[in-house]
């Protein structure tokens, strides 16, 4: 498709170790199309961050190993492109904003001067027009003071600041695809709401796509506009965010948001998935989520279902859908 | 001796509790400044409810937590259990007292020591106690892992086995060993994978009803607090911000703070658009805190008097206290004096 900015076709990722490998991602596909937010939810150790950094070829390996058939961001084919080239792809056409903006800051710089460079790596600025772009940026994301915050240290800013920082940092080589991993996850309610605000805002402002990675339900409803529910390395479900939320068709998505307590009704006591999900290395057979799902049947415990598409727009990965599909996709 | 209150009263009481830390200055001699976790809060929990204590990250709901159970001495102001000032009791009825409150901590990947047995770490709490014969701890400990729905082959196994649901339901068995009748649970599920929180949450719920529990009950998730809290109170800064039944507040949150806490709360149902109020800045540091309203840097409504003049709790409609100049109003001299405009919101800190 001419518009898809980011295409994944079969991504594997693998972690061989002592009692056996773990398969961490199982052959996944995602497109992403120019300026949507495509999110990927799902539980702790499912795959999300493990993707994501196969996708930027951020991961070591060994100890990893990954594989896809296809890697195409926008033009460009990145499938077999080697790490010394994906490096510039990355500062320039990709960027990642991590749950941890301590890491992913350096300790040493102020963030000002970590705007900069960005900036003057990538455009021909003097130093000054440079650090004029970044009080820009960094008021574009709702840093007060600027100017002054821009001589601070990351330990000297609040979560909340240190996270808008790496905004604006992911955001100064307006790239073509930026992946926000748990960007708000270590933030207060009234924190997260801002800087999910900005980020919101600013990929709308620069017509950015953008791969959000949560766990939490409550952030992707409120950005997504494509949700790929994730489950034990496989993708379980995709569906637009609307169609998702008001009719999960995966037992496991509707059981999830059923679970999900909301303000707006009182039930008690909750609706509960039983279990939890399956150890890495000991996967069941069949449905990874037959053990905890009320529909489970005995093709369910032999047969890993595929994903199958239904009405073009979405799919699904289950033998009893909560509603039948209409077609198969090969 | 404890248990022979008199049943009228709350089960425990707080009045104006304030708890401060020393803060370390950068050399010796500098000026002692303090943090100041929790200031003059009073509350009453009754036998048998759950008490929510809502609030963003650094409020002091742990604190306040801790100060009610013992583990925390307050810097002023009393705790009552069953009507008696837990902080003056000599140190062995003192210990008496504290089997009766336990607590349920957020980590349970941190809570349990990792070189334990199951079996080891439920019975603790009875194994100090040293009263009760090993059988008899066995027998205890078995009954205990059924309730939270675990098995017998787990006794014998080690946290590492376990994933995060199975420690916190092992966290539970041992923190309701001793038949406590007070349990703070401090942010039960929020480390937890989000498809075990119901079975953890209703766990929690079906304990309390058989064991006759009371429950205070910490979170940052509204939506939970809702669904299980009989009353509330909304934090900030160390301070009470709302208190009441948590169908008051939600059916009419009136501190400005409350609002947007309420609307800052991300929803999954997606059909239906919502008003955000987006607050300004981040939460001021605890340490020094300004003299006036704790909240008046953020808060969309600001007066100028807010910033200097400390908002006192004032009942709204009975049962349902605010501190917010809004709702208490300034004096007419105040009001002669400007205090009364509002200021728009200051944005940093
Ligand atoms: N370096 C590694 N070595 C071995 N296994 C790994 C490594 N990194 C990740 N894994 C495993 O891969 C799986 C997927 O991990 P991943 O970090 O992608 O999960 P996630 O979905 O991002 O979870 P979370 O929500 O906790 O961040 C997990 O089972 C994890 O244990
Ligand atoms: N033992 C201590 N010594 C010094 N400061 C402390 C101590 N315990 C807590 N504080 C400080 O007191 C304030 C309140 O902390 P507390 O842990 O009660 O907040 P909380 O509301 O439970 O936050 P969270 O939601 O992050 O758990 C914080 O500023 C914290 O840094
Ligand atoms: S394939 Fe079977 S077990 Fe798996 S989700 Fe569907 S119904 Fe449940
Ligand atoms: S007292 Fe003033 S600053 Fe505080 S909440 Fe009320 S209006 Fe806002
Ligand atoms: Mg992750
Ligand atoms: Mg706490």
Known sequence: MADTVLEVRNLKVAFPCSGGVIRAVEGIDLDIHRGECAALVGESGCGKSVSALAIMKLLNTPPAVCRADKLQLDDLDLTHLPDRQMERIRGKHMAMIFQDAMTALNPVMTVGKQIDEIYLRHSRLSRREARQRTIKALELVGVPEARSRANSYPHQLSGGMRQRVLIALAFACVPKLIIADEPTTALDVTIQAQVLDVLKNMQQVHGVSALLIAHDLSVVANMADTVYVMYSGKIVERAAMQELFVEPLHPYTHGLLASVPRISDDRQPFVQIPDAVPHPMRKPTGCYFHPRCPRSSDQCQQRMPRLESLDHEREVRCWHPLRQPHEVRS | ?349
């Open chain 2, 1 to 349: 001796m404890i248990r022979n209150s008199p049943d009228t009263g709350p089960l425990l009481e707080m009045e104006n509790v304030s708890v401060n830390f020393p803060v370390k200055g950068p050399y010796p001699f500098s000026k002692k400044r303090w943090i100041q976790a929790v200031t003059n809060v009073s509350l009453q929990v009754s036998e048998g409810e759950t008490f929510g204590i809502v609030g963003e990250s650094g409020c002091g709901k742990t604190t306040l937590a801790n100060a009610m159970i013992g583990m925390v001495r307050p810097t002023a102001g009393t705790v009552r259990f069953q009507g008696v000032d837990l902080y003056s009791l000599k140190p062995q009825v003192f210990r008496e007292a504290r089997r009766e409150m336990q607590m349920i901590f957020q980590d349970p990947f941190s809570s349990l020591n990792p070189r334990f047995s199951v079996y080891e770490i439920i019975r603790e709490p009875l194994y100090i106690r040293g009263q009760a014969s090993e059988t008899a701890m066995k027998a205890k400990v078995l009954e205990l892992l059924k309730l939270v729905g675990l098995d017998e082959d787990d006794m014998y196994r080690y946290p590492s086995d376990f994933s995060g649901g199975q420690r916190q339901r092992i966290g539970i068995a041992r923190a309701i060993i001793l038949n406590p009748r007070f349990l703070v649970c401090d942010e039960p599920v929020s480390a937890l994978d989000v498809s075990v929180h119901a079975q953890i949450l209703n766990l929690l719920m079906d304990i309390q009803k058989s064991r006759h529990l009371t429950y205070v009950f910490v979170s940052h998730n509204l939506a939970v607090v809702k669904n299980i809290c009989q009353n509330m109170v909304v934090m900030y800064l160390g301070t009470i911000m709302e208190s009441g039944s948590s169908d008051a507040i939600f059916a009419n949150p009136l501190h400005p703070y409350t609002k947007a806490l309420l609307s800052a709360v991300l929803d999954i149902d997606v059909t239906k658009p919502r008003d955000r109020i987006l607050l300004k800045g981040d939460t001021p540091s605890p340490i020094d805190p300004p003299p006036g309203c704790r909240f008046w840097q953020r808060c969309p409504s600001a007066m100028k008097g807010c910033a200097t003049i400390p908002a006192k709790l004032a009942e709204v409609e009975p049962g349902h206290p605010v501190a917010c100049h809004l709702i208490s109003g300034f004096s007419p001299q105040q009001v002669a004096d400007g205090l009364h405009e509002p200021v728009s919101p200051k944005s940093g800190g």
